[in-house]
């Protein structure tokens, strides 16, 4: 980690003697590291080492959506380091109400008050695909600032409009600015993630003051324009980081093997249109290109946290299956990245298929 920091002036340039340090990883579940799904220990571990050594407190904070703060560490490998290091745990509890006088797309959001609490933030995201925003990486690690259920009215709010959304998200990046953002990409996750892809070793950890610049490098690395992850152009229009390559310095090692050619997106990525309020076209685009959830009932253990977490309510039990109202769904893959039993398919149409394949 240190070789990772040295270019940016190292832990000194972020923490100072007394500072309290809040590290934000990605604590979407309870999953062992080599599932993938959260931030490393071994790399948390190291900045939280590093943090100590520059004379900072550290905390570890995010409001997973499923199971409480204390339950996902013990069963993510972080209480060990953590009793090591003698490290407290900072659940987001309590909502602190944050404007944005400045007239972005949302006034006002309802946001972690702990995370506003301490003297430095540094965010460290996992590496993973992602079925809504195709990738997730710094800024939509932030999203663990929206405390529990009120992740769920986010996406309600934004419904199909992906735009929407990832508007949010840049807003809350901006409000929070860690003061610096890590992506582990050492085992990174590809295909249908952020919950159930496939464990990908990428082998990158990449570091910056600006998660925009940061994200669209990761983007590019992985083969990919950066104009796939709405987040990066959508900070670029509002000027909020650095999206635009031709500004953006990167050091450190020298990659081989790079950029890679054959990472696996989700499937969902042509959902990410926004398509027509024309009903005709509208009703094509839903039968026949719109990606959808589809409940395997062979693996479905009915537990019911899909439903209780759907946004428009769109899951429901009928004759002892789980099922979804295909009018209903908003395609924004909560049920997928919720289910811990992998029983949430997705289910790409011909065209859509087609209209992936002719995109890349
Ligand atoms: S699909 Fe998954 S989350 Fe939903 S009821 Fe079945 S097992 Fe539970
Ligand atoms: S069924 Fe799944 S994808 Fe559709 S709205 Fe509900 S949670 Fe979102």
């Not at 100072?16 to 071994?42: C, I, M, Y």
């Not at 994200?215 to 324009?225: E, K, N, Q, S, T």
Request: proline fraction near 6%; aromatic fraction near 8%.
């Amino acid at each position: 980690m240190e070789s990772v920091l040295a270019d940016l002036g190292g832990i000194a340039a972020f923490v100072r003697p007394g500072d309290k340090v809040l590290l934000k990883p990605n604590l979407l579940k309870a999953a062992g590291p080599s599932e993938a799904v959260v931030t490393h220990p071994a790399l948390v571990e190291a900045v939280a080492s590093m943090v100590i050594d520059a004379g900072g407190s550290v905390f570890i904070g995010d409001s997973p959506p499923l199971g409480n703060l204390a339950r996902v560490l013990a069963k993510s490998g972080y209480d060990p380091f953590m009793k090591r290091l003698g490290l407290t745990p900072a659940p987001f509890l309590e909502k602190l109400r944050v404007e944005f006088p400045e007239g972005r797309l949302f006034r006002c959001m309802d946001l972690s008050r702990e995370i506003f609490e301490f003297d430095t933030v540094i965010n460290l995201a996992k590496l993973k695909t992602h079925t809504q925003m195709v990738l997730t990486l710094a800024v939509k690690n932030l999203f663990g600032s929206v405390i529990g259920t009120d992740k769920a009215s986010w996406h309600m709010r934004a419904g199909r409009d992906f735009d929407t959304f990832a508007t949010a998200l840049v807003q809350i990046y901006d409000k929070i600015r860690p003061a610096l953002s890590i992506v582990d990409g050492i085992l990174a996750m590809e295909g249908n993630g952020p919950n159930s892809g496939d464990p990908r070793p990428v082998g990158i950890i990449g570091a910056s003051t600006d998660a925009v610049a940061l994200d669209a490098v990761i983007c590019a690395l992985l083969g990919f324009d950066t104009d796939v992850l709405r987040t990066c152009v959508i900070a670029h229009e509002h000027g909020i980081g650095m999206a635009d390559f031709a500004h953006i310095r990167v050091v450190g090692d020298e990659l081989h093997g790079f950029p890679l050619r054959d990472f696996k997106l989700p499937k969902s990525v042509t959902v990410t249109w926004n398509f027509s309020h024309w009903n005709p076209i509208r009703r094509f685009m839903e039968n026949h290109v719109i990606t959808k959830p589809r409940i395997d009932s062979a693996e479905c253990l009915n537990c019911g946290i899909c439903a209780s977490h759907c946004p428009p309510g769109a899951i429901s039990e009928e004759d002892g299956a789980m099922v979804i109202d295909r009018k209903k769904c908003i395609s924004c893959f909560c049920c997928h990245e919720l289910c811990s039993n992998r029983a949430v398919r997705i289910v790409q149409p011909f065209f859509g298929k087609f209209l992936s394949l002719i995109s890349r």
